[in-house]
């Protein structure tokens, strides 16, 4: 939530105050701190699943790699169309999605027991080979 609201911070506090440095650079800053919520995100997903934690940061960088990759094409495809302003809109609304998404976010109860073995699956080996 903090994001979005930052996120458009960015835009409206220079509109609203002009070419005023200060008040840009704590909107910065204020969107820099709320960014900074999304770096434990590298340590959660690995604890959600602790027996797949390859599988988990897989799925992190995939993220990862992809915002990276469709940044820049919301940008080209949207800029025309909507402006600057209508990206910021954009990028905001991405913000509250991840706040609704990560509501979701929850650790398989199997994964909560610490004595749980690792799951493997029976690639045909005799028992206790796994």
Not at 66 to 86: D, Q
Request: some cysteine.
């Amino acid at each position: 939530m903090a994001c979005a609201l930052t996120c458009l911070a960015l835009y409206y506090v220079p509109v609203v105050a002009g070419p005023h440095f200060a008040a840009a650079a704590v909107a910065a800053a204020l969107y820099g701190i709320a960014l900074a919520g999304y770096v434990p995100i590298s340590a959660l997903v690995p604890a959600l699943a602790p027996h797949h934690k390859g599988q988990a940061m897989s799925a992190l960088n995939l993220g990862a790699g992809a915002s990276t990759f469709a940044g820049p094409v919301i940008v080209a495809l949207a800029l025309g169309p909507v402006g600057v302003e209508g990206i910021v809109w954009i990028f905001a609304v991405l913000h509250l999605a991840t706040a609704v998404a990560i509501r979701f976010l929850e650790p398989d109860p199997e994964f909560l027991t610490p004595d749980a073995p690792p799951a493997v699956e029976d690639a045909g080996l005799p028992a206790g080979q796994h």
